[in-house]
């Protein structure tokens, strides 16, 4: 496969305005003869809608919820980044792309990562021109606080809950565009497979979830922001109905998936407590500024609040252990997320844990709530704190936090050019369904910053480049047999699912067979990763798998509102998606990042980088069912940035 | 903990529907409501008794708005400021007999069982819960500083979900608060000002199309709402409204 990144010419800070100089353009009254699909209505896919609405284009959006509000990006509670340098402390765009590109451990395209920077300031703007309401100061001015992986403050927040009000933003502009009639929504539809015609993304098949009918849908260029693949592992941060089918399907038919190894596990979350539970609460990073992480530094001090002998405030202060204060001085308590996971990963193993089942961690607010009173810490992240008690019944203010890691966020995703084009013509994919900006780790509030950043910013532009050439090919028509045949191949899709149903002897349900793959995940292909583990997870998967396909049941038919069928083929895919994310963890024989192998690091137990083997992007190209995929190399050219040790000592 | 479930089953918005009971065993305080549903659904797969319970639900943490039960009478179940995935069984007392219904009003009408259409928030929205700026072209973010507190009081506003409780907990099927809410998060801002008559005006006048009931001032909404949105934004919308009626802004 032949991957071209199409990285314009010029200085790294001139490249986006050289690009912007010289693509083509689709003139006003051509954009109203052109068609747009955009599946999903995250940051990503919302902005792009309505960007792309305002332009003038006929825009079809599609989601799995029933509105276009309900999309996951509302989750993010921390904020956003932006390098404003509002704060006056040496921020720069330079020193976010620096940051990023260090955060992600040397493994993103430099170029793709400057340009969010780039554009990051705009984000702030347009969002306040739309009425966000981020925090303020008392003279009226936009706040900032800090995030994991920076030494500035440049993180715009709408207290807890900063996901849901950059959606609400994103959602008033789809819904303006949606009163002008520029763009279509499609609530309560589910991509089911995509139409290429002549080599080019064409449209796709939806499902109506309401109905159970398969409804076409044609158009000059699909966009696919339909998040990331984290559900993979059951419990997981994300919501129920997150999952990477989408992404799948376009893998399926021809488009690369790069660095599905690239896993975030989130530091900071609240820990498992039962078999049945059903997902894991994030709680903030931005806690990560006030709170102390820390475990006790005697066993038998860990061994008696396990037991509930001893409570966390029984412990003198001497008898602490703030393992990310004393490990990493200069970050401290804001190391990034994948620093942060395996510290607390490291000291539970080690028998320093706490909780009854010894996997958490002390998150402490006691100092913060002395420093700054309780008044200023309720202001701050009250309604973190009343998420935290409602779920675990102890009140913070009193007692610390108790955390845990927990899969959070996917830096790999489908594999897409400087434009965000897939390796499909006419196929883009943005925000985290894309493998773009975060290389092999995410830093926090940097999720919603590359959303917006592809949507607003970038595909208003680059897809005009791909446009320009379809202002000639009149109206897409979803007669063609193409996409009869993609219609057929859905139907038998989900046929099989219940002829499996109908046929066995033992029946489960998908969510049974769910957990038990997200369990083999955490296990083996979780925080830290070895050749061994590797390959029993791939045994167990594929064994799983099978299993699956002689026993799953699911009830009812295709043609009502069935939600046991939808999970069960976003089920199917996921264990595709697993054996991918094994093989590609298995390939890249180094610590990078969010991907730890345990036979790589070094002495005191940090990541350990073979810049010499693997520094490049790794494309993976679909071979067929249960056939091994092709990789192929995309070579990562450090021209602007010197790469150094990932240190945060 | 053990409990007796009586659950509204309805196939689809044409089908009559009923009450069916479950028996729900060794649930335990830590599990989440939702949680006990999926033990329940599960058993119903297992068992091939019934189609699982169908309900709305995704992010599970009380922000996406998605999940909405009426339980025991109460929209989102006895506690306060909460969402349904938020409540936890150590609410409940072993032996429970438990009621759980969908949003029961004529805009939302039922898709099956506890699942809902909300489309018609969407619509209210569409006609005038935004402010209509295109991408690119806009000021620094710095440029209009706003004071805190009218901040802050937009940032109250603003974080409603959209999940219907106050509709669902309102004798009328008012949607009063849900309207309120987004008025005064845009029309307190600088930003929101500009179109803020016509904004008041053209949402209200869509909330009443769609067949959204009259306010009778009992504050049911703000009671049951999971984010707490104070009644003040109805009164701020009201006075909104009439000052429209004569063309110009008595906001203060």
Known sequence: MNLDSKIPEGPLSEKWTNYKASQKLVNPANKRKIDIIVVGTGLAGASAAASLGALGFNVDIFCIQDSPRRAHSIAAQGGINAAKNYQNDGDSVERLFRDTIKGGDYRAREANVYRLAEVSGNIIDQCVAQGVPFARDYGGLLDNRSFGGAQVSRTFYARGQTGQQLLLGAYGALSREIARGSVHLHERREMMELVIVDGRARGIIARNLVTGALERYAAHAVVVATGGYGNVYYLSTNAMNSNGSAAWICHKKGAAFANPCYVQIHPTCIPVHGDYQSKLTLMSESLRNDGRIWVPKKKEDAEAIRAHKLKPTDIAEEDRDYYLERRYPAFGNLVPRDVASRAAKERCDAGYGVGSTGLAVYLDFADAIQRLGRDVVEQKYGNLFQMYQKIVDTDPYEEPMMIYPAVHYTMGGLWVDYELQTTIPGLFAAGEANFSDHGANRLGASALMQGLADGYFVLPYTMQNYLADQIYEGKISPDAPEFEQAEQAVRQRVNSLFDVGRHTSAPHSVDHFHKALGKIMWEYVGMARSAESLNTAMERVKELEKQFWNEVYIPGTADEFNPDLEKGYRLADYFELARLIITDAQHREESCGGHFRIEHQTEDGETLRDDENFMYVAAWEYQGYDKPETMTKEPLDYEHIKIAKRNYK | ?252
Request: charged residues 25%; contains cysteine; hydrophobic residues 40%.
């Open chain 2, 1 to 252: 903990m053990n409990f007796t479930l009586h659950i509204w089953r309805q196939e689809n918005a044409q089908a009559k529907g009923r009450f069916e009971t479950y028996h729900v065993e060794n649930i335990t305080a830590e599990c989440s409501f939702l949680e006990m549903l999926d033990i329940l659904n599960e058993q119903l797969v297992n068992d091939r008794i019934a189609h699982p319970v169908c309900f709305d639900n995704d992010c599970r943490e009380g922000i996406c708005g998605m999940c909405g039960l009426y339980i025991n009478g109460r929209p989102h179940g006895n506690d306060d400021g909460i969402t349904t995935c938020q409540l936890h069984m150590r609410r409940f007392n072993d032996g429970d007999e438990i009621w759980i219904e969908p949003w029961r009003a004529k805009p939302f009408p039922v898709i099956r069982d506890l699942v809902v259409d909300r489309t018609a928030f969407d619509k209210i929205i569409q006609a005038g819960g935004y402010i209509s700026t295109t991408t690119g072209g806009v000021p620094d973010a710095n440029t209009i500083p706003i004071p805190k507190h009218i901040a802050d009081q937009a940032m109250d506003a603003a974080a409603c979900i959209g999940c219907g409780a106050c509709v669902a907990a309102c004798k009328n099927a008012s949607a009063m608060l849900f309207v309120g809410a987004k008025v005064s998060h845009l029309n307190l801002l600088p930003q929101g000002r500009v179109e803020a008559l016509d904004r008041v005006r053209n949402m209200v006048i869509k909330m009443d199309e769609l067949g959204f009931g009259s306010c009778t001032n009992t504050y049911a909404c703000e009671a049951e709402c999971p984010k707490q949105i104070k009644r003040q934004n109805i009164a701020r919308m009201n006075r909104q409204w009439i000052g429209q009626m004569f063309g110009r802004d008595r906001r203060k």
